[in-house]
């Protein structure tokens, strides 16, 4: 068997292949092509996926819109809908034309988006914590009214 670094880049990929690069099990990048349209590994007999070097670029977006960034499904497909998978591949930096180091910039966007995205998670945790003490609010005063009917 052939190893991935022998491979040429262009090389088709299988799922054990991309599986062990992006380090996921297979099960979940075969979830995840159910729930991304973007992600379409070219399928040949018995079902046997092959990914091109494209659907591993948007996997590896994909991947960490949900493990690094922190996105539900729910949000990383909305995220790709909104501002689309060009634009997740350049938060993920993967982009295959760019052969150029990363930069003092690249770093202080990154550290800009972690910020911004620590500032959302202090909201809703803020937002959480209101609506739950809401409704232990709305649950003591069924409680009594509960106790009082008995």
Avoid at 44 to 73: F, M, Q, S, V
């Amino acid at each position: 068997m052939v190893s991935k670094a022998e491979k040429s880049p262009n090389a088709f990929r299988t799922i054990s292949e991309v599986a062990d690069f992006m380090g996921v099990p297979q099960h979940v990048l075969r979830f995840w092509e159910s729930k991304f349209s973007q992600i379409s590994p070219m399928k040949r007999g018995g079902g046997r996926r092959y990914y091109r070097p494209e659907d591993i670029e948007i996997i590896e977006a994909i991947r960490n819109l949900l493990h690094e960034d922190g996105y539900t499904i729910k949000g990383a497909q909305k995220y790709l809908k909104e501002h689309g998978v060009k634009n997740a591949l350049k938060m993920a930096n993967v982009d295959p034309d760019q052969k150029t180091e990363i930069t003092e910039s690249d770093y202080e966007s990154q550290i800009l988006n972690i910020t911004k995205k620590s500032i959302k998670t202090i909201e809703d945790e803020a937002n959480t914590a209101d609506a739950l003490k809401k409704i232990r609010i709305q649950l003591e005063k069924i409680r009594r009214q509960l106790k009082t009917n008995l």
